[in-house]
């Protein structure tokens, strides 16, 4: 790959003059100057004159040139029409000039650069090494060939490292996941170039929505349970998997794969292989003998079933594996012994071989860790700092044999784990019938709620209710995690700083509380979900300050919640319906295009229960229903991804693969750590059900073009050569559109509309060329190449934005 190099507004570095002076000598000149005339082209001039530099001067005789002894010129000398006679050791190009012979390439303008021997001539403009189909051009002088495997970063060749598909899969210091080739490289030489996020309010931009899908006649279309994301086609992209009901029939559901990047249908499972509604599945890589993922489901019939990731063929089952109620299983390596482990509830199934396929062999079974008439949920982590992963359902806590390591399978609930008080060991969060407690997570000591070490005290969810799964993150920007949960009427984040008594470890936190409120609470925002009440959320930083913000659906409209203060930040409020079971909405990197999306579910067939018509009236000012728009006017059903219009939101991971999500259980490609790090250990995490970015998350490319001018004046040719170059931090997938256009003379005019076709890493360039053919002569064409312009379908976000055009200037000059 080929440099940038300035001036970017330039002359060809060859003039096409320098060919007139042998062309001139030739001609039978007057002793008397005569006055030149301005022109413009050669039809100012007179008969026998050309137009050259903007001057009618005498034309050269058009009759047989001499040798410079004075004999006739050999034909095979004979070079312009025979109006130029090539000296010996001089060749005749493109029967156009006389140059210097040459054995090798020649190149540039008019083709007056020979190349050195093993170079070619790339696109007509520039000599470069020679390199293999599989190998990457490389160097500032374009002298070197990368091995294949190897790529081309500023300038020199690099081995790159592990795959990736976020910086948290790189695990030697100072390297990053460049995203464009999925694989570990060292982080960009500075000073780097970034792009950090500037804006107050969330805008929204739908990119796709999944409608629903026919099944044997049937419409299946409502969802009220947490998608999930991973890549289950094996194609790279990820897909949303989630179950899917019929009308308001929950019993009657299908388990739906939808592309995650141009939302269309990829299966559909029925029957036995369906999912419950409420049930929200999982994704993994069980099987590594290839990319796809495969999906674990909790069915209607309450069996545990796994499924390869073409939703058809059924790999392994366990016949009621748990009691009636809806559920949430997971997948984690419970024993780090390299076989991943299905857990649902309280029990858990090994995923291993047999014979020529694959069984659910049973590690254990002790409780379901379902509340009554509720979800079976549970969260997975390393409680007591032992070699093995533990169990908890909130109030209770399993060993990884199924034994019982604290507390009483009678107090479960919803639960999440992080360190709270940063002293190295987990606590395990519960909400649980309208209140939230804190609990050691080794010996299931209260650290708060009634009788807590920390606060003795109720932590009521204001307005009442159920109460949704918590999540965990800082919500204030002091680094410090705190709490959030949903009920009836109301969200709220809980700060264990807005205590009375201080936290031991937390000295640096700050509580910055709404008015009103008491306890352990920061701040409460109204929502509704009278149904329910056990709605989920998830946490996102969109701008990536450090603050995190909230993800919530209630029954009529979807909330972007400001972490510190509860503020509404959605530019404009989202209509989005929903019954409400324990689903949630999440933000993940769907379409893996290195932005951001929130995925949310829906479901119509309760609006006139929970009375979103006359919300949707309110908030929007409509004075009938005619008037609210088609969109949401019934309701809404399926799946939306929603996107920034400017993709301004900080990027994410392109995974999301289970409802008890904590980041560090699963890579980025769907598979399953033997031993993953704790949460709570890594920088930047310590959180629960929170999506995250990796360091660099300002990390910007900066496109940049010079254009090379070549002209072919023998062909009638001139060669616009357009050389884009990462000088930024961060890699651009290809597909950069850049467009060549003659700007002058008028009226512009578009030559040709390019597409990069490698990935620019930084300082990584390609070189790309269109052609304008039969060009008049003695007239000066001006060409501009546009990088990533106005007319781009999909833009690149830069650190410089200004740096995206080069223009320039070429003539082929009249010789009659």
Same mark, same amino acid.
Not at 558 to 566: P, S, W
Not at 728 to 742: D, F, L, M, N, T
């Given at each position: 790959?080929?440099?940038?190099?300035?001036?970017?507004?330039?002359?060809?570095?060859?003039? #096409?003059?320098?060919?007139?002076?042998?062309?001139?000598?030739?001609?039978?000149?007057?002793?008397?100057?005569? %006055?030149?005339?301005?022109?413009?082209?050669?039809?100012?001039?007179?008969?026998?004159?050309?137009?050259?530099?903007?001057?009618?001067?005498?034309?050269?005789?058009?009759?047989?040139?001499?040798?410079?002894?004075?004999?006739?010129?050999?034909?095979?000398? /004979?070079?312009?029409?025979?109006?130029?006679?090539?000296?010996?050791?001089?060749?005749?190009?493109?029967?156009?000039?006389?140059?210097?012979?040459?054995?090798?390439?020649?190149?540039?303008?008019?083709?007056?650069?020979?190349?050195?021997?093993?170079?070619?001539?790339?696109?007509?403009?520039?000599?470069?090494?020679?390199?293999?189909?599989?190998?990457?051009? @490389?160097?500032?002088?374009? +002298?070197?060939?990368?091995?294949?495997?190897?790529?081309?970063?500023?300038?020199?060749?690099?081995?790159?490292?592990?795959?990736?598909?976020?910086?948290?899969?790189?695990?030697?210091?100072?390297?990053?996941?460049?995203?464009?080739?999925?694989?570990?490289?060292?982080?960009?030489?500075?000073?780097?170039?970034?792009?950090?996020?500037?804006?107050?309010?969330?805008?929204?931009?739908?990119?796709?929505?999944?409608?629903?899908?026919?099944?044997?006649?049937?419409?299946?279309?409502?969802?009220?349970?947490?998608?999930?994301?991973?890549?289950?086609?094996?194609?790279?992209?990820?897909?949303?998997?989630?179950?899917?009901?019929?009308?308001?029939?929950?019993? +009657?559901?299908?388990?739906?794969?939808?592309?995650?990047?141009?939302?269309?249908? #990829?299966?559909?499972?029925?029957?036995?292989?369906?999912?419950?509604?409420?049930?929200?599945?999982?994704?993994?890589?069980?099987?590594?003998?290839?990319?796809?993922?495969?999906?674990?489901?909790?069915?209607?019939?309450?069996?545990?079933?796994?499924?390869?990731?073409?939703?058809?063929?059924?790999?392994?089952?366990?016949?009621?594996?748990?009691?009636?109620?809806?559920?949430?299983?997971?997948? $984690?390596?419970?024993?780090?012994?390299?076989?991943?482990?299905?857990?649902?509830?309280?029990?858990?199934?090994?995923?291993?071989?047999?014979?020529?396929?694959?069984?659910?062999?049973?590690?254990?079974?002790?409780?379901?860790?379902?509340?009554?008439?509720?979800?079976?949920?549970?969260?997975?982590?390393?409680?007591?700092?032992?070699?093995?992963?533990?169990?908890?359902?909130?109030?209770?806590?399993?060993?990884?044999?199924?034994? #019982?390591?604290?507390?009483?399978?009678?107090?479960?609930?919803?639960?999440?784990?992080?360190?709270?008080?940063?002293?190295?060991?987990?606590?395990?969060?519960?909400?649980?019938? &309208? /209140?939230? *407690?804190?609990?050691?997570?080794?010996?299931?000591?209260?650290?708060?709620?009634?009788?807590?070490?920390?606060?003795?005290?109720?932590?009521?969810?204001?307005?009442?209710?159920? &109460?949704?799964?918590?999540?965990?993150?800082?919500?204030?920007?002091?680094?410090?995690?705190?709490?959030?949960?949903?009920?009836?009427?109301?969200?709220?984040?809980?700060?264990? +700083? @807005?205590?009375?008594?201080?936290?031991?470890?937390?000295?640096?936190?700050?509580?910055?509380?709404?008015?009103?409120?008491?306890?352990?609470?920061?701040?409460?925002?109204?929502?509704?979900?009278? *149904?329910?009440?056990?709605?989920?959320?998830?946490?996102?930083?969109?701008?990536?300050?450090?603050?995190?913000?909230?993800?919530?659906?209630?029954?009529?409209?979807? $909330?972007?919640?400001?972490?510190?203060?509860?503020?509404?930040? #959605?530019?404009?409020?989202?209509?989005?319906?929903?019954?409400? &079971?324990?689903?949630?909405?999440?933000?993940?990197?769907?379409?893996?295009?290195?932005? *951001?999306?929130?995925?949310?579910?829906?479901?119509?067939? /309760?609006?006139?229960?929970?009375?979103?018509?006359?919300?949707?009236?309110?908030?929007?000012?409509?004075?009938?229903?005619?008037?609210?728009?088609?969109?949401?006017?019934?309701?809404?059903?399926?799946?939306?991804?929603?996107?920034?219009?400017?993709?301004?939101?900080?990027?994410?991971?392109?995974?999301?693969?289970?409802?008890?999500?904590?980041?560090?259980?699963?890579?980025?490609?769907?598979?399953?750590?033997?031993?993953?790090?704790?949460?709570?250990?890594?920088?930047?995490?310590?959180?629960?059900?929170?999506?995250?970015?990796?360091?660099?998350?300002?990390?910007? %490319?900066?496109?940049?073009?010079?254009?090379?001018?070549?002209?072919?004046?023998?062909? &009638?040719?001139?060669?616009?050569?357009?050389?884009?170059?990462?000088?930024?931090?961060?890699?651009?997938?290809?597909?950069?559109?850049?467009?060549?256009?003659?700007?002058?003379?008028?009226?512009?005019?578009?030559?040709?509309?390019?597409?990069?076709?490698?990935?620019?890493?930084?300082?990584?360039?390609?070189?790309?060329?269109?052609?304008?053919?039969?060009?008049?002569?003695?007239?000066?064409?001006?060409?501009?190449?546009?990088?990533?312009?106005?007319?781009?379908?999909?833009?690149?976000?830069?650190?410089?934005?200004?740096?995206?055009?080069?223009?320039?200037?070429?003539?082929?000059?009249?010789?009659?």
């Amino acid at each position: 790959m080929e440099p940038m190099r300035s001036p970017r507004f330039s002359r060809s570095a060859l003039p #096409l003059h320098l060919f007139l002076v042998a062309l001139l000598g030739a001609c039978d000149c007057s002793d008397d100057p005569t %006055p030149m005339r301005e022109c413009a082209s050669r039809d100012d001039c007179a008969v026998g004159e050309s137009c050259i530099d903007g001057e009618c001067v005498p034309a050269p005789d058009a009759s047989m040139p001499e040798m410079d002894s004075g004999g006739p010129c050999p034909e095979a000398s /004979q070079c312009a029409g025979g109006r130029l006679c090539c000296a010996e050791g001089e060749e005749c190009v493109d029967d156009f000039t006389c140059a210097p012979l040459c054995e090798n390439a020649r190149c540039g303008d008019n083709g007056l650069i020979c190349c050195d021997a093993g170079e070619i001539c790339l696109d007509g403009v520039v000599c470069a090494a020679d390199c293999a189909d599989d190998e990457a051009l @490389c160097g500032a002088d374009n +002298d070197l060939c990368c091995e294949a495997g190897d790529v081309c970063v500023e300038d020199a060749c690099v081995t790159p490292g592990d795959e990736c598909g976020d910086d948290f899969d790189c695990l030697e210091e100072d390297t990053y996941c460049e995203p464009t080739i999925g694989r570990c490289l060292a982080n960009p030489s500075p000073p780097l170039c970034e792009v950090r996020p500037d804006f107050d309010e969330v805008a929204l931009d739908i990119e796709w929505h999944w409608e629903g899908v026919d099944v044997g006649g049937a419409f299946y279309a409502n969802i009220i349970a947490a998608p999930v994301v991973g890549d289950v086609s094996g194609d790279g992209i990820p897909d949303v998997v989630v179950p899917v009901y019929r009308s308001s029939s929950l019993g +009657d559901t299908v388990l739906v794969a939808i592309h995650g990047r141009t939302g269309e249908t #990829l299966w559909a499972a029925e029957g036995s292989l369906a999912a419950g509604s409420q049930s929200t599945p999982a994704v993994a890589n069980l099987d590594p003998s290839d990319e796809a993922l495969e999906v674990v489901a909790y069915t209607n019939g309450d069996d545990l079933v796994v499924l390869d990731g073409d939703g058809m063929t059924e790999l392994a089952r366990v016949v009621d594996a748990a009691g009636p109620n809806y559920g949430n299983p997971s997948v $984690h390596d419970l024993e780090g012994d390299g076989t991943p482990d299905v857990v649902l509830g309280a029990n858990a199934w090994a995923f291993e071989p047999m014979g020529g396929g694959f069984t659910l062999r049973e590690r254990f079974t002790s409780n379901d860790c379902g509340l009554s008439g509720s979800v079976i949920d549970s969260v997975v982590a390393n409680l007591d700092d032992d070699p093995e992963l533990e169990i908890t359902c909130g109030g209770v806590a399993y060993d990884t044999d199924g034994g #019982l390591l604290w507390g009483s399978a009678g107090t479960v609930g919803f639960a999440a784990v992080a360190d709270l008080d940063l002293d190295g060991a987990p606590e395990v969060v519960m909400v649980r019938s &309208g /209140q939230v *407690s804190v609990r050691d997570g080794a010996t299931g000591a209260l650290r708060m709620g009634t009788g807590g070490s920390w606060f003795d005290g109720e932590l009521p969810i204001p307005a009442g209710g159920v &109460g949704g799964p918590p999540t965990i993150a800082d919500f204030d920007g002091d680094g410090l995690p705190e709490i959030s949960a949903a009920g009836r009427g109301a969200y709220a984040v809980y700060d264990p +700083d @807005c205590i009375d008594t201080p936290i031991a470890g937390r000295e640096a936190g700050t509580c910055d509380r709404m008015d009103g409120t008491t306890g352990a609470i920061r701040w409460s925002a109204p929502v509704q979900d009278l *149904s329910s009440s056990r709605t989920g959320s998830s946490l996102f930083d969109f701008q990536g300050d450090g603050v995190a913000e909230v993800v919530y659906n209630d029954e009529c409209f979807l $909330h972007v919640f400001d972490g510190r203060r509860g503020d509404e930040l #959605l530019m404009e409020p989202f209509a989005n319906s929903s019954r409400t &079971g324990s689903e949630y909405p999440l933000v993940v990197d769907v379409d893996r295009d290195g932005n *951001s999306e929130i995925v949310v579910p829906a479901n119509n067939d /309760q609006i006139a229960r929970d009375n979103c018509r006359a919300s949707w009236r309110d908030v929007f000012g409509y004075a009938s229903d005619d008037e609210i728009p088609e969109r949401f006017r019934d309701g809404t059903q399926g799946i939306y991804a929603l996107g920034d219009p400017a993709d301004r939101w900080v990027r994410t991971r392109p995974v999301w693969n289970q409802y008890a999500y904590a980041v560090t259980h699963v890579g980025d490609r769907g598979d399953v750590p033997a031993a993953p790090p704790e949460n709570w250990s890594v920088e930047g995490l310590n959180n629960f059900r929170q999506n995250v970015q990796g360091e660099g998350v300002f990390n910007a %490319p900066n496109l940049t073009v010079e254009l090379d001018i070549v002209a072919a004046c023998g062909r &009638g040719e001139i060669r616009i050569s357009a050389l884009v170059r990462n000088e930024g931090s961060r890699g651009v997938p290809a597909g950069v559109p850049v467009e060549i256009v003659q700007t002058a003379p008028a009226p512009e005019a578009s030559i040709a509309m390019l597409m990069t076709t490698v990935p620019l890493l930084p300082g990584g360039s390609e070189r790309l060329t269109a052609v304008a053919t039969e060009v008049p002569s003695d007239t000066d064409l001006t060409f501009e190449a546009r990088v990533d312009g106005d007319e781009a379908t999909s833009t690149i976000t830069e650190c410089v934005e200004d740096d995206n055009t080069a223009m320039g200037t070429e003539m082929c000059p009249g010789l009659l």
